[in-house]
């Protein structure tokens, strides 16, 4: 059953990301900072839930937090600074945006950064066990699912509609078949051309 915020420090955001192991597009995060006694029935760890369901509970979280924000890394930056740093950097940007400063985070992971003085806590498997964290893994996880959905218009042979930009084996055939896109990180290993099984 996923847990409340430590009751005894106020205005705590949970944070987390979507996208860090993807072959192609930006990596995603998400900050939220929820009221207390916050509850849905279907909020879970986003990986677990169906698509249908991470829809309704983000509205839900959009309409009933005390505030959110979502950050966004995109490849290119992925492959200057490295795909854990802009992971970090996705969750300062969704930080800093938040209408309401968080007197401490909850992360999803094992590390993080600081950032702006604000104490933290970081929660391996975090999105499983806190709600607040659970929270952002839904509004990072939609957040970027629909870019992906709009990138896939662009770049139909990628089935990133499906795939996500993740490292299936439909999406390693079809970097063997077409390359890259502009959209593809070139820091990360897309041997495609000498093997598929990576």
């Known amino acids: ?16 990301e979507a996208g860090r192991g993807c072959l192609a597009g930006p990596v995603f995060a998400a900050a939220v900072i929820l009221p207390p006694r916050f509850r849905h029935p279907l909020l879970d760890d986003s ?45 300062h940007r969704a930080i800093l945006q938040l209408t309401v400063k968080p007197e401490h985070l909850l992360i999803d992971g094992n590390r993080f ?16 066990k806190f709600k607040a964290i659970a929270a ?13 959905l ?14 996500k930009a993740y490292a299936t084996a439909a999406h390693r055939e079809a970097l063997h078949v077409h390359g890259q896109s502009p959209y593809h990180r070139k820091s990360f290993r897309l041997d495609y051309q000498t093997s598929l099984d990576f």
Request: glycine share 6%; proline share 3%.
């Open 113 to 128: 950064t600081p950032f702006n003085g604000i104490s933290h806590t970081c929660i391996i498997g975090g999105d499983a």
């Open 47 to 91: 990986k677990k839930m169906k698509e249908a369901d991470r829809e309704e509970v983000r509205d839900f979280i959009k309409e009933k937090a005390i505030c959110w924000a979502i950050g966004m890394v995109d490849h290119e930056e992925i492959d200057k600074i490295n795909i854990l740093k802009a992971s970090f950097l996705a969750m």
């Open 150 to 163: 709009e990138l896939h218009q662009q770049f139909p042979q990628y089935g990133w509609d499906k795939n």
């Open 1 to 16: 059953m996923l847990k409340d915020a430590p009751a005894d420090v106020l205005k705590t955001a949970g944070c987390d």
């Open 136 to 148: 952002a893994s839904v509004l990072a996880k939609t957040a970027r699912d629909t870019y992906m």
